[in-house]
């Protein structure tokens, strides 16, 4: 089974603090997603990685940073913390074989910015 | 740019059959993708079709419909245990291997 872990399930953090989130894929996926889960907004992207070292901006960048130096790791930073950040962060993994390269998604962390 | 509309809010009793419905206008088209997610759970893949027609598995099936930007997923002889959001997501065709999701259906099953 597929499995994609996330560093926190909860965290609390205060205004302008730089927040780290980690996420680490077990299935040798080449390509790594960051989403933020609002309700009545959805599932929005916020960056995605396709190899080691590349990134490409999703929809919503702005106040996120990425990186990803191993294949399986892929972290999302939050530069400078700010309240409208509160979310819920489902970091997920694909491949690029198979039929749909459907996602695998983490559990989430609930980050709220005080 | 991308538009994916699905129903807020949608009831059924335990035993029925229930139909979930997707309208999408995106650039370009590269598959649709149904998920569901309990509540505080992660979502997990439920199908995907990127032909038009139906595709079934077990107690749910998705239709597509690409010339009407149209996709459905039914469920049927529901569960307490179905009682979820249920999320449509389409990869359009810019290449980008990421999705672009609906707000999500919650679907409360009642006895």
């Known amino acids: 089974d597929v499995k994609v872990t996330q560093s926190s399930r909860y965290l609390v953090k205060r205004t302008g603090e730089k927040v780290f989130l980690e996420c680490v894929q077990d299935?040798?996926?080449?390509?790594m997603f960051w989403y933020r889960q609002d309700p009545g907004l959805g599932l929005r992207l916020i960056y995605f990685s396709y190899d080691v070292k590349m990134k490409e901006k999703g929809d919503i960048p702005e106040g996120y940073s990425v990186s990803r130096e191993k294949k399986e790791r892929f972290s999302l930073i939050l530069e400078s913390a700010s309240t409208n950040q509160t979310s819920m962060y489902l970091c997920a993994s694909s491949s690029t074989q198979g039929q749909g390269f459907e996602q695998y998604f983490g559990p989430g962390t609930r980050l709220t910015v005080t | 740019g991308q538009n994916i509309d699905q129903p807020t809010e949608m009831t059924a009793t335990e035993g029925a059959i229930v139909q979930i419905n997707c309208t999408y206008q995106?650039?370009?088209?590269?598959?649709l993708f149904w998920y569901q997610q309990h509540a505080g759970e992660a979502p997990t893949f439920l199908s995907y079709?990127?032909?038009?027609g139906l595709e079934e598995k077990g107690r749910f099936s998705s239709f597509l419909s690409r010339s009407k930007g149209y996709s459905y997923l039914l469920l049927k002889e529901l569960q307490m245990k179905d009682s979820a959001s249920y999320l449509c997501?389409?990869?359009?065709?810019?290449?980008?291997?990421?999705?672009?999701f609906g707000s999500g259906t919650r679907l409360q099953v009642q006895p």
């Open positions: 079709n990127v032909l038009d």
């Open positions: 299935m040798d996926h080449e390509n």
């Open positions: 997501a389409v990869r359009d065709g810019k290449g980008r291997r990421a999705l672009t």
């Open positions: 995106t650039s370009g088209f590269n598959g």
